[in-house]
C-alpha cells in the first residue's frame, strides 16, 4: 500500500510571498487533515476533510490559509501571504474514514519564510 | 490552552533498559488516546492507542497504561533498544477519528 504522498519536501519562500503544498492520501481513504507542527510543538489541526466537505477548519487561519480537494482524492494548502511565524512542517495525513483509529501521515512539507 | 501535555521534552536511557514517557490532559471529553513516533524528516508513525474503557494496553514492547482520574497516561517499552530513539508524541481525541490534538511530544535517546 504506498502510503501518503506530499510534495514539495522543502521550500524556502520571502515573507508576502504565497505557497503552495500538494497531499496525495492513501487510496480509498475518505478522511484527509492537513497539520501544522512548527518547531518543538506538536502537530496543530488545520483542516479536516470528509471526501471533498470541509469537517472543521475552526484552527484553520482563513485570512491567509486555503485548502482544497475538489475530487475527494488530493489536497492543495495554500499560503497567500505568507508570514514569518507560518515556518514549519506541514503534515498531510488520512484515514478511511472519520471513526477509523489512527491515522497515516505523510512525510510533510517544511516551509521556511524568510 | 494545552489540552496535552507532556512535560518532559527529552528522555536518555540505556539500551535493555525501560523507558517511560508520560503524558497529562486536561479535557475530561477525551475518550481515545493514542502515541504516535516520529523520525526526522519523516511524519510521524501509528505506535499504540487506548480506549477510555481500558486502563492497559500491550503490543509487543510497547504498554500503554491510562489513569482516567489523574487523567494521565504512559507509554512503557521494555527492552529499550536503540532503534527505539526517536520523538515520541502522545494525542488525544474526543471521538474516534476526530481530530487529534498532540501534546508536545519527548525525544527519546537510547543509548547502546
Known amino acids: 500500500e504506498a502510503g501518503v504522498a506530499q510534495s514539495p519536501r522543502y521550500k524556502i519562500i520571502e515573507k508576502r510571498q504565497s505557497v503552495a503544498f500538494w497531499c496525495n492520501p492513501i487510496?480509498?481513504?475518505?478522511?484527509l487533515y492537513w497539520y501544522q507542527q512548527i518547531l518543538g510543538q506538536g502537530p496543530k489541526l488545520l483542516i479536516q476533510?470528509?471526501?471533498?466537505?470541509?469537517?472543521?477548519d475552526s484552527q484553520l487561519p482563513k485570512d491567509r490559509f486555503s485548502a482544497e480537494r475538489l475530487k475527494g482524492v488530493d489536497s492543495t494548502l495554500k499560503i497567500q501571504p505568507a508570514k514569518l511565524e507560518d515556518s514549519a512542517v506541514y503534515l498531510c495525513?488520512?484515514?478511511?474514514?472519520?471513526?477509523?483509529?489512527?491515522?497515516?501521515f505523510g512525510s510533510g512539507t517544511r516551509l521556511t519564510v524568510v | 490552552d494545552q489540552q496535552v501535555k507532556q512535560n518532559s521534552p527529552s528522555l536518555s536511557v540505556q539500551e535493555g533498559r525501560i523507558s517511560i514517557l508520560n503524558c497529562d490532559y486536561t479535557n475530561s471529553m477525551f475518550d481515545y488516546f493514542l502515541w504516535y513516533k516520529k523520525y526526522p524528516a519523516e511524519g510521524p508513525t501509528f505506535l499504540i492507542s487506548?480506549?477510555?474503557?481500558?486502563d492497559k494496553n500491550e503490543d509487543g514492547r510497547f504498554t500503554v497504561f491510562l489513569n482516567k482520574s489523574a487523567k494521565h497516561l504512559s507509554l512503557h517499552i521494555v527492552p529499550s533498544q536503540p532503534g527505539d530513539s526517536a520523538v515520541y508524541f502522545c494525542?488525544?481525541?474526543?471521538?474516534?477519528?476526530?481530530?487529534?490534538?498532540f501534546g508536545g511530544g519527548t525525544r527519546l535517546m537510547v543509548k547502546p
Open positions: 476533510f470528509q471526501n471533498n466537505g470541509v469537517v472543521d
Open positions: 495525513a488520512s484515514s478511511l474514514d472519520r471513526h477509523n483509529y489512527g491515522y497515516t
Open positions: 487506548i480506549s477510555s474503557i481500558k
Open positions: 487510496s480509498g481513504h475518505a478522511t
Open positions: 494525542a488525544a481525541s474526543e471521538n474516534a477519528g476526530n481530530m487529534l490534538t
